[in-house]
């Protein structure tokens, strides 16, 4: 089993930043990454980004070159630092647990309670 606790959500203006974290608890052998993903009012849940247990990062087009993935081994935590925030950035964030074959990311049912980030213009 694994949990999975997201904080950092709130107000930000348009440009401005904010750094979500991913507190992670339990083992699974079936796990090698976390990533995080975003879900917008109407809109379905979108991929932002993961990395491995290694260390090895993927992003979506959308956010690459703001938004920068990391993980504190020692921690047990995985961060999200998004800079340059737009307000279309506005969301619910949440981290999931998962695996990475090749170039793919799999989510598991590992999921957390998800944190709110809004973006005003």
């Known amino acids: 089993q694994v949990q999975l606790v997201e904080s950092g959500g709130g107000l930000v203006q348009a440009g401005g930043s904010l750094r979500l974290s991913c507190a992670a608890s339990?083992?699974?052998?079936?796990?090698?990454?976390i990533a995080w993903y975003r879900q917008a009012p109407g809109k379905q849940r979108e991929f932002i980004a993961r990395?491995?247990?290694?260390?090895?990062?993927k992003y979506a087009d959308s956010v690459k070159g703001r938004f920068t993935i990391s993980r504190d081994n020692a921690k047990n935590t995985v961060y999200l630092q998004m800079n340059s925030l737009r307000p279309e950035d506005t969301a619910a964030y949440y981290c999931?647990?998962?695996?990475?074959?090749?170039?793919?990311?799999?989510?598991?049912?590992?999921w957390g309670q998800g944190t709110q980030v809004t973006v005003s213009s």
């Open positions: 990395i491995t247990y290694g260390g090895t990062t």
């Open positions: 339990g083992t699974t052998s079936s796990i090698n990454a």
């Open positions: 999931n647990a998962g695996i990475v074959r090749g170039s793919f990311y799999f989510p598991s049912n590992y």
